[in-house]
């Protein structure tokens, strides 16, 4: 995907100077010129969504997010970690779909202050 848009025109391959095992991927400004119109409906409901909300709730959402990323790369850390499992047949994986009740979602409660 980044060869494609790199030779489209949209980024670049930067190498970090201090670390040479690293390499950045910058979106060029023609490249962001170009796609910027295909952005600007969603923008401006971004703004309107954000209007809806005062600086508290916004700080609410945006710690709950983060601990919600960091709560699943700790997940997905700890199953890399975990023994390969055998493979079902497909009979039990499907059977076993089948029955597995589905809880119903806990309702929304007030952001804590």
């Known amino acids: 995907m980044i060869?494609?848009?790199e030779?489209?025109?949209y980024v670049r391959r930067k190498r970090d100077s201090h670390d040479r095992r690293v390499v950045v991927v910058e979106a060029l400004?023609?490249?962001i010129k170009r796609i910027e119109p295909m952005y600007r409906r969603l923008s401006r409901s971004m703004d309107q969504l954000h209007?809806?909300?005062d600086d508290r709730q916004l700080?609410?959402?945006a710690e709950y997010l983060s601990r919600a990323v960091d709560l699943g790369a700790t997940?997905?850390?700890w199953l890399q970690r975990q023994p390969k499992l055998r493979r079902q047949s497909k009979s039990v994986e499907l059977r076993t779909r089948r029955e597995s009740p589905r809880r119903p979602a806990k309702p929304l409660t007030e952001a804590r202050a």
């Open 7 to 9: 030779r489209a025109g």
């Open 29 to 31: 400004p023609a490249g």
């Open 59 to 61: 700080a609410v959402v």
């Open 51 to 53: 209007d809806d909300y």
């Open 3 to 5: 060869d494609r848009l």
């Open 75 to 77: 997940h997905v850390a």
